[in-house]
């Protein structure tokens, strides 16, 4: 069965600073892989996705993924933050041939001043 | 925006009721699945349609049933609500594919009392 750890709860970062946060994922073939966004009381935003290829996935907002097989993991980073980021973010897998996603508890980004 | 609209956006029920919630997706997309999610975790997939077919279907009990209609909208139905059962539904669509890339609704948010 497919599974996702996002092993930050939460996260706070300060304007202008970099962020990365963490997802493993748990699939025995070959995984297709997401990040979503959620801002508080809205649905999910897709961010970018990962099906093959290239292993670093750029997506919208500047946020860019790299997907790496050896440590089963699919990072989000964003170099330079700004205050708007501020919401949670699901990291999910899916298969081909599979019709669901499955989702990570989530991580909170809290952006200060 | 991913043109999937959901309704009604908020509900309040009481235990032992029924519930229905809808699901338009925008055109071109033929799927929709549904996701529950309870505050503070990742959406937990309860099922997909796909041509007025139940397609694939998660660990959820039989209380929960939806239907698809022939303009691909979609409504999920809950009877005999449970306290359990608060939680934000959100529907997502795609294009008669897998998970390859679904796009989520704003959701509807239900409270059992």
């Known amino acids: 069965a497919q599974s996702v750890t996002q092993p930050d709860i939460h996260i706070t970062v300060s304007e202008g600073a970099s962020l990365e946060l963490r997802c493993n994922y748990s699939?025995?073939?070959?995984?297709?892989l997401f990040w979503y966004v959620q801002s508080p009381g809205q649905g999910l935003q897709l961010l970018l996705k990962?099906?093959?290829?290239?292993?670093l996935v750029q997506g919208i907002k500047g946020f860019e993924a790299e997907f790496k097989r050896s440590q089963s993991s699919f990072n989000l980073r964003k170099p330079s933050v700004h205050w708007s980021d501020a919401a949670e973010y699901f990291c999910?897998?899916?298969?081909?041939?599979?019709?669901?996603?499955?989702f990570g508890a989530g991580t909170t980004v809290t952006v200060r001043a | 925006d991913a043109g999937v609209t959901q309704s009604p956006t908020h509900l309040i029920k009481t235990r032992g009721q029924q519930v229905t919630l809808r699901c338009s997706p925008k055109?071109?997309?033929?799927?929709v699945s549904w996701y529950q999610q309870a505050l503070g975790q990742g959406p937990q997939f309860i099922f997909q349609?796909?041509?007025?077919?139940?397609?694939q279907r998660g660990n959820f009990p039989d209380r929960f049933s939806g239907h698809q209609f022939p303009n691909y909208s979609s409504e999920l139905n809950v009877n005999a609500l449970l306290l359990g059962d608060s939680a934000l539904y959100l529907c997502?669509?795609?294009?008669?594919?897998?998970?390859?890339?679904?796009?989520f609704g704003p959701g509807t948010r239900l409270t059992v009392l």
């Open positions: 999910a897998v899916g298969a081909r041939g599979d019709y669901k996603l499955s």
């Open positions: 699939y025995g073939a070959t995984p297709y």
């Open positions: 990962y099906f093959s290829g290239d292993t």
């Open positions: 055109s071109g997309h033929d799927t």
């Open positions: 349609y796909y041509e007025e077919e139940e397609r």
């Open positions: 997502a669509c795609g294009a008669s594919g897998g998970a390859d890339t679904q796009y």
